[in-house]
């Protein structure tokens, strides 16, 4: 997975609780995203970092926000999850060439 | 909003054949598209990538692309049973190299 790591692989979490999910990179890439996969739609950028603190919207970002503090680590935060926020989410990273490679995985279930 | 439509499948082929997918966008100012590969239940991974008009081979895998025709394939030669999965099909977008648009997806089934 080129030395990307997402936490937790799996969480059951209850509608209305606060979620964050981590990604970390050990490759140095300037650019991370996060996606979530659902049958019927594909993958769908949820948002995406072009640098330390610079994060951008893509196009099914209501209901998150994310953080880069540090070139490694881009969070992404459901601050109230609802049933529709059950998907698995991937990370991914890319560097100069926009060759993005994923990590993981993590399957999240909002009860 | 920039679309990538790919044929849902599923495409059965029988081992030691030649497997074709083909995927079309919609945005005429993509410069660059992938293919990966994902197993069910993990994630995705790049098995190709293309930037120019014509054909690049990596081993069984062969990518084309057509700009003219807004159209981009794969062939994978010799299927395999293990060559079965999913192949997402994506394209930059938004006017920047880093972020892709990716299509749902055709499930590929290489019977033995």
């Known amino acids: 997975d080129a030395g990307i790591t997402q936490s937790p692989r799996h969480k059951v979490t209850e509608t209305g609780t606060p979620v964050t999910l981590r990604c970390h990179q050990t490759?140095?890439?300037?650019?991370m995203y996060w996606y979530r996969q659902d049958p019927g739609h594909g993958l769908r950028l949820i948002h995406y970092?072009?640098?330390?603190?610079?994060?951008d919207k893509g196009e099914v970002s209501d209901g998150y926000s994310v953080s880069r503090s540090k070139t490694e680590d881009f969070l992404l935060t459901l601050e109230s999850a609802t049933s529709s926020q059950t998907s698995v989410y991937f990370c991914?990273?890319?560097?100069?060439?926009?060759?993005?490679?994923f990590g993981p995985g993590t399957r999240l279930t909002v009860t | 909003q920039k679309e990538v439509e790919q044929n849902s499948g599923p495409l059965s082929v029988p081992e030691g054949a030649i497997a074709s997918l083909n995927c079309t966008y919609s945005?005429?100012?993509?410069?660059?598209f992938f293919w990966y590969r994902q197993y069910s239940g993990k994630s995705p991974e790049l098995i190709m990538s293309?930037?120019?008009?014509g054909d690049k081979e990596d081993g069984r895998f062969t990518a084309q692309l057509n700009k003219a025709s807004q159209y981009v394939s794969l062939l994978i030669r010799d299927s395999q049973p293990s060559d079965s999965a999913t192949y997402l099909c994506?394209?930059?977008?938004?006017?920047?190299?880093?972020?892709?648009?990716f299509g749902k997806g055709t499930l590929l089934t290489v019977n033995p």
């Open positions: 991914a990273i890319s560097d100069f060439s926009y060759e993005q490679y």
């Open positions: 490759e140095n890439h300037r650019y």
């Open positions: 970092s072009y640098g330390v603190k610079d994060t």
């Open positions: 945005d005429r100012g993509s410069q660059s």
């Open positions: 293309i930037y120019s008009n």
């Open positions: 994506a394209v930059n977008s938004g006017g920047s190299n880093y972020k892709l648009t």
